[in-house]
Each structure stands twice: as structure tokens, then as C-alpha cells.
């Protein structure tokens, strides 16, 4: 019996509905330039942020968002970068802010990049963890994540959790949970820490030092900026009626390949956790004492 394209179809839909198919958006859909417009293009597809003697640029979301995932795919400076910090990140505003970062450190021509992650919670960071990557990523694009929701924060690199962060609220940790964030991303000249621990500069002859964008995807939560933050929080919690994909059992916590992954980055890749830092924090963050129990 032949299939008829109206079955077809029923299975497509269904199909990605299940899978929940996310399609990425134009640039201009989701975002807008927010610092020096000049030194920002974008065709259609591809967006440049520029940096150079003058000045860095940045982007943000029009909209605010609690949970789910965003993605951007990003392909760093090449060649010399060296002194310059392209960031990927959410954050929402106030003085007691949650901030989730990616921050790329650029190196000399031929070294590695590292990879900066952050975590603010409540207006405190001071979680910086870093690794070296498992490819190039000067080279093509790779897509790199944050995915949220009530149970942890998840920092991922092609689909590769690198980080993260549980909900430890019944230990009396607190978690970010009730600020809507917004998406963002700049490049600056950082050359006073990122590179090398600062010993190397900014090399202006090399400049302008480019990074580039496309797969803009945010499958989230929106939060209108007309809406109250408690009445946002409550639209974007699943209840009975509505069931956000985020908040299905199989994502509140790792799968086992997942935590495979996990483990094999922190073994392979990292080079520097604030969790093991005991000059720093002579006293070992709770959070952390928490998280080597997992
Ligand atoms: C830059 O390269 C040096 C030498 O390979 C390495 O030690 C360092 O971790 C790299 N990354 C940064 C951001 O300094």
C-alpha cells in the first residue's frame, strides 16, 4: 500500500515535533547591534563583529528569556588574537545580577585559544573554570551553548556539555532561577589578563581582529519587558497545562553519555578550575564540595 503524502506529512510534523526541530534565525530577528554599530556587518545569514585600535562591538537580544537554550555558532579571530576576549554570554540586569559566560581568549598565531566559562549568581561570580579545545575553532564554525532550566546550567560545545552547574538550593546554594536574562556577545581588547595572564599584548598592526556568527537559535522562554519578573517567572515554570520541552525528566540531568563527555573534558581539556584553587579560596567554595558527590 502506498503511504499517501497526507500520512507523510502526519509523520514529518509529528516527527519534529518529537525531536523538536529548532530552525536558526537571521541575526536581525533575534538581536540588535549594541555597541558600535560600525564595527558590526551582517548579510543575511553571517554576522562580523569587528575589533580594532578605535573600538571592539557587540550584539544583544531584543528580548529577555528565562530557560531552555541558545545557541550561536562562532568561528574566533584567526591568526594572531592575541590580547582580544570575544564573549558569548546571558545575563540578566541589577546589582544582584545572574551572568552565564563564554569567554574566548585569544592567543599569538599557531597557540591555542582557552575558553573562559563564569557563572554569577545573585551579583557573585568568581566561578571561572578554563580549557583548551579539541579543535581548531579559528579554523570552521562550532556551535556553542547555554542550556537552563529549574535543575542546572549547562555550558556545551557542539553539543558537548563542558560545564555544569546543579541546582543546590536544598543545601542552601543559591540558583538562578527567578531573573529573565538576555543574550549577548562582544569583542574587546582584554590585554591586561587574557592572554598568557596578560604577559602578551594586543599586536594593533594585526588588527582588525574579526569573529564571526550565523545559527543564531534561542528555543526559550520569552519575557516581555511589560511583564512583572515574578509574573514572568511564573509563565515560563511548566504547570499543568503547559509543559516546557526543557523541563521533561530526561533534561534534568545529564544522560550517562553526557556525563561520559563531561568527565572526558575535565580530564582532557581543563586547565584551570576555581574549584581547586586553594590559594584563592583557601576555604573550598560549598558548591564545589557539593559537586565532586555527583
Ligand atoms: C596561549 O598559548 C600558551 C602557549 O601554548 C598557553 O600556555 C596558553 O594557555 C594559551 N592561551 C592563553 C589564553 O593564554
Same mark, same amino acid.
Given at each position: 500500500? &502506498? $503511504?499517501?503524502?497526507?500520512?507523510?506529512?502526519? *509523520?514529518?510534523?509529528?516527527?519534529?515535533? !518529537? +525531536?523538536?526541530?529548532?530552525?536558526?534565525?537571521? *541575526? =536581525?530577528?533575534?538581536?540588535?547591534?549594541?555597541?558600535?554599530?560600525?564595527?558590526? &556587518?551582517?548579510?543575511?545569514?553571517?554576522?562580523?563583529?569587528?575589533?580594532?585600535?578605535?573600538?571592539?562591538?557587540?550584539?544583544?537580544?531584543?528580548?529577555?528569556?528565562?530557560?531552555?537554550? #541558545?545557541?550561536?555558532?562562532?568561528?574566533?579571530?584567526?591568526?594572531?588574537?592575541?590580547?582580544?576576549?570575544?564573549?558569548?554570554? !546571558?545575563?540578566?540586569?541589577?546589582?544582584?545580577?545572574?551572568?552565564?559566560?563564554?569567554?574566548?581568549?585569544?592567543?599569538?598565531?599557531?597557540?591555542?585559544?582557552?575558553? /573562559?566559562?563564569?557563572?554569577? $549568581?545573585?551579583?557573585?561570580?568568581?566561578?571561572?573554570?578554563?580549557?583548551?579545545?579539541?579543535?581548531?575553532?579559528?579554523?570552521?564554525?562550532?556551535?556553542?551553548?547555554?542550556?537552563?532550566?529549574?535543575?542546572? #546550567?549547562?555550558?556545551? +560545545? =557542539?553539543?558537548?556539555?563542558?560545564?555544569?552547574?546543579?541546582?543546590?538550593?536544598?543545601?542552601?546554594?543559591?540558583?538562578?532561577?527567578?531573573?529573565?536574562?538576555? +543574550?549577548?556577545?562582544?569583542?574587546?581588547?582584554? =590585554?591586561?589578563?587574557?592572554?598568557?595572564?596578560?604577559?602578551?599584548?594586543?599586536?594593533?598592526?594585526?588588527?582588525?581582529?574579526?569573529?564571526?556568527?550565523?545559527?543564531?537559535?534561542?528555543?526559550?522562554?520569552?519575557?516581555?519587558? %511589560?511583564? &512583572?519578573?515574578?509574573?514572568?517567572?511564573?509563565?515560563?515554570? %511548566?504547570?499543568?497545562?503547559?509543559?516546557?520541552?526543557?523541563?521533561?525528566?530526561?533534561?534534568?540531568?545529564?544522560? +550517562?553519555? /553526557? %556525563?561520559?563527555?563531561?568527565?572526558?573534558?575535565?580530564?582532557?581539556?581543563?586547565?584551570?578550575?576555581?574549584?581547586?584553587?586553594?590559594?584563592?579560596?583557601?576555604?573550598?567554595?560549598?558548591?564545589?564540595?557539593?559537586?565532586?558527590?555527583?
Amino acid at each position: 500500500m &502506498a $503511504v499517501s503524502a497526507f500520512q507523510m506529512l502526519v *509523520f514529518f510534523v509529528g516527527f519534529s515535533l !518529537m +525531536v523538536g526541530l529548532v530552525s536558526s534565525a537571521k *541575526f =536581525d530577528e533575534l538581536f540588535q547591534p549594541s555597541w558600535a554599530q560600525d564595527h558590526l &556587518a551582517y548579510e543575511g545569514l553571517l554576522l562580523r563583529l569587528k575589533l580594532d585600535s578605535y573600538s571592539g562591538a557587540g550584539f544583544q537580544s531584543k528580548s529577555k528569556y528565562m530557560f531552555g537554550k #541558545v545557541t550561536v555558532q562562532i568561528k574566533l579571530v584567526e591568526g594572531d588574537s592575541a590580547g582580544t576576549v570575544t564573549a558569548f554570554y !546571558m545575563s540578566s540586569e541589577g546589582t544582584n545580577h545572574n551572568e552565564f559566560d563564554f569567554e574566548f581568549l585569544g592567543n599569538t598565531t599557531g597557540e591555542p585559544y582557552l575558553v /573562559q566559562t563564569n557563572l554569577y $549568581v545573585n551579583g557573585v561570580g568568581n566561578r571561572e573554570q578554563r580549557l583548551s579545545l579539541w579543535f581548531d575553532p579559528t579554523k570552521d564554525f562550532h556551535s556553542y551553548s547555554i542550556f537552563w532550566n529549574q535543575r542546572h #546550567v549547562v555550558f556545551l +560545545v =557542539d553539543d558537548t556539555p563542558i560545564r555544569l552547574h546543579t541546582n543546590m538550593e536544598n543545601k542552601g546554594i543559591p540558583f538562578p532561577r527567578t531573573q529573565p536574562m538576555g +543574550v549577548y556577545s562582544s569583542i574587546w581588547n582584554a =590585554d591586561d589578563w587574557a592572554t598568557q595572564g596578560g604577559r602578551v599584548k594586543t599586536d594593533w598592526s594585526h588588527a582588525p581582529f574579526v569573529a564571526s556568527y550565523k545559527g543564531f537559535e534561542i528555543n526559550a522562554c520569552e519575557c516581555p519587558a %511589560s511583564i &512583572a519578573a515574578d509574573d514572568n517567572a511564573k509563565k515560563c515554570s %511548566s504547570s499543568g497545562e503547559e509543559r516546557y520541552w526543557w523541563d521533561e525528566p530526561t533534561l534534568s540531568a545529564l544522560n +550517562v553519555h /553526557q %556525563s561520559h563527555q563531561l568527565l572526558w573534558v575535565r580530564a582532557n581539556h581543563m586547565t584551570y578550575d576555581y574549584c581547586s584553587d586553594t590559594a584563592r579560596f583557601p576555604a573550598t567554595p560549598l558548591e564545589c564540595l557539593h559537586h565532586r558527590h555527583q
